[in-house]
Nanobody
Framework: QVQLVESGGGLVQAGGSLRLSCAPS????????MGWYRQAPGKQRELVTS???????NYGDSVKGRFTIFRDGAKNAVYLQMDSLGPEDTAVYYC????????????????WGQGTQVTVSS
């Protein structure tokens, strides 16, 4: 059973930085797209950023220029470097893997991490 294991959340002051990490447990053959979503209280879950297997990146407008996603193909891990954080970035951040295969012949499935809390104080 594959699980996405996240780490790196916490409390930070406005203007500070945090780095989130996400790596799948279990046997992994390939992952098409990995990304980060977030959900603030009372709001819908939104895409923060994603990166595909060719390292093509996509960012939400609210984080462009402040957040950077990068991927370690050897570890099947994805990282989110968050700089210039503001109170509006406070949310639970979720890692997502799209099109994950555990072997060459397995079907593709999607997975969510358990979420990690990021709180930015003003």
């Amino acid at each position: 059973q594959v699980q996405l294991v996240e780490s790196g959340g916490g409390l930070v002051q406005a203007g500070g930085s945090l780095r989130l990490s996400c790596a799948p447990s279990g046997r992994i053959f390939s992952i098409n797209i990995m990304g980060w979503y977030r959900q603030a209280p009372g709001k819908q879950r939104e895409l923060v950023t994603s990166i595909n297997s060719d390292s093509g990146k996509n960012y939400g407008d609210s984080v462009k220029g402040r957040f950077t996603i990068f991927r370690d193909g050897a570890k099947n891990a994805v990282y989110l470097q968050m700089d210039s954080l503001g109170p509006e970035d406070t949310a639970v951040y979720y890692c997502h893997a799209n099109g994950l295969r555990t072997s060459r012949y397995s079907s593709e499935n999607n997975y969510w991490g358990q979420g990690t809390q990021v709180t930015v104080s003003s």
